[in-house]
């Protein structure tokens, strides 16, 4: 077998560096284009899972390519090929149809990067939290987190030994010995030290040594005795946490149009991965509804459709009846998110049930409402209205715009409001409704 030496090894480090920078650059493809990311219907409709394949464009994988680059250089194929002519066959993505010749445009080029699911939410939320949340007295839950030394005492197993407070306790003891012997016999202090540790730390025969002149001891040692030793003691470690209650709700009626939900869903979807990675504390329950409401699992809420006409104010009385049962508000955090197309059969009824869920002094209540540019049907903007414009004649709203769509805040109540009306807005109504955590 042969063996290859050489004194610089440099250039086995070039691979590493090469796949290192490769990462950092879909990384950072990743973070610049995270809104067309999340928006992608491939990981809101996949199985549950924690990791998705995304396409990461702007980026080429590169190939090697042998032969001669010198010179003209003829095509591939049958036929003359020219210098510089272009050979792609791919088309870019969603042109053409099925069975039939694409574009004439070059498409473009695009890799695909498989990411974890808590990655992307890093990058969403980054210093994000849920907003005003309070410490509820009343139901804080006892969190353990571990074990911990934080208890000292005289008593323990030599492997617990706590090794600075043990060397605390005997330098304070032969510093005061020190004192006693100098005191005693006129000596210096750097004789009375040498006098303890002749006499291995005992008092009586360090002042012996002195006064009968028999100091020998020129180690510097330090003399530990019984009494300095001191021991950790392991406790259980507790984290008392306020436990908080998020109530998602959204409209499945049969104005809610299949790209309608899919809006819907998106924004769901990432509100609850972030909730369940970032609290453990956290209860999410589900409420959907056409003209009654009524409560699904997190997968039929993700999943199932419905069909018929629309009454708001069914879920927000459901999520009320909720509050008052099972989550009261001197015990627990409640936050609110309910999502519609804004058409509703009698908004002065749901008017009316928000106005009771807001008196409750809940944490927060976030209406995003799913409005497509290109919607051109009655449900929502035509014939019924919308429910957002109603509720903005009911309360006063701080209005910004972000990426385009409108968004609305009023802190006295803790009421939020936004428009959703394509996949870009998903982010920004998230981070609408989570706010910056204090630094």
Request: glycine share 8%.
């Amino acid at each position: 077998m042969a063996i290859i030496e050489h004194d610089d090894w440099d250039l086995s480090e070039k691979g590493k560096k090469d796949a290192e920078r490769h990462h950092e650059k879909i990384d950072d493809a990743i973070r610049k284009n995270v809104k067309d990311v999340i928006a992608e219907e491939s990981i809101i409709t996949k199985k549950r899972g924690r990791k998705v394949r995304i396409p990461v464009r702007g980026l080429k994988d590169y190939k090697f390519i042998h032969g001669n680059n010198e010179g003209d250089v003829g095509g591939v194929g049958q036929g003359d090929g020219k210098a510089g002519d272009v050979i792609d066959s791919k088309q870019k993505q969603g042109q053409g149809e099925p069975g039939k010749p694409g574009e004439k445009d070059k498409g473009s080029d695009y890799i695909e990067a498989e990411v974890d699911i808590d990655y992307l939410i890093e990058i969403m939320f980054q210093n994000l939290g849920l907003p005003w949340i309070d410490e509820k007295t009343k139901n804080m839950k006892l969190v353990p987190k571990g074990w911990k030394f934080e208890t000292i005492s005289k008593k323990g197993i030599r492997p617990r030994i706590h090794k600075k407070r043990t060397m605390m306790e005997a330098i304070k003891r032969m510093v005061a010995y020190a004192y006693e012997i100098e005191t005693q016999t006129g000596c210096s202090n750097e004789d009375a030290n040498r006098s303890l540790r002749q006499s291995a730390g005992d008092l009586n025969e360090a002042i012996a040594i002195i006064k009968q002149k028999r100091l020998t001891e020129t180690d510097s040692s330090i003399i530990f005795n019984d009494d300095d030793l001191r021991f950790k003691q392991i406790e259980p470690d507790i984290e008392i946490q306020s436990q908080a209650v998020v109530i998602c709700m959204m409209d499945v009626s049969g104005s809610m149009t299949t790209d309608k939900k899919y809006l819907a869903r998106s924004m769901l979807f990432w509100l609850v991965e972030f909730l369940k990675k970032m609290y453990d504390n956290v209860d999410i329950k589900f409420i959907v509804h056409t003209t009654e409401a009524w409560f699904v699992d997190e997968d039929t809420f993700f999943h199932k459709g419905e069909d018929g006409g629309t009454q708001c104010h069914t879920a927000i009385d459901k999520a009320n009846h909720l509050i008052d049962t099972e989550y009261p508000v001197d015990s627990w955090n409640v936050y609110c998110v309910y999502i519609s197309d804004g058409e509703d059969w009698d908004t002065k009824k749901t008017i009316s049930s928000i106005d009771i869920m807001l008196k409750k002094n809940i944490n927060m209540l976030s209406y995003v409402e799913i409005k497509p540019t290109e919607d051109n049907t009655l449900g929502g903007f035509g014939g019924w209205g919308s429910l957002l414009n109603d509720i903005k004649k009911h309360w006063d709203f701080k209005h910004t715009k972000n990426a385009g769509t409108d968004f609305y805040k009023n802190e006295k109540y803790r009421f939020l409001l936004g428009i959703i009306q394509n996949g870009d807005h998903v982010l920004p109504a998230l981070q609408h409704m989570l706010f910056e955590k204090a630094k």
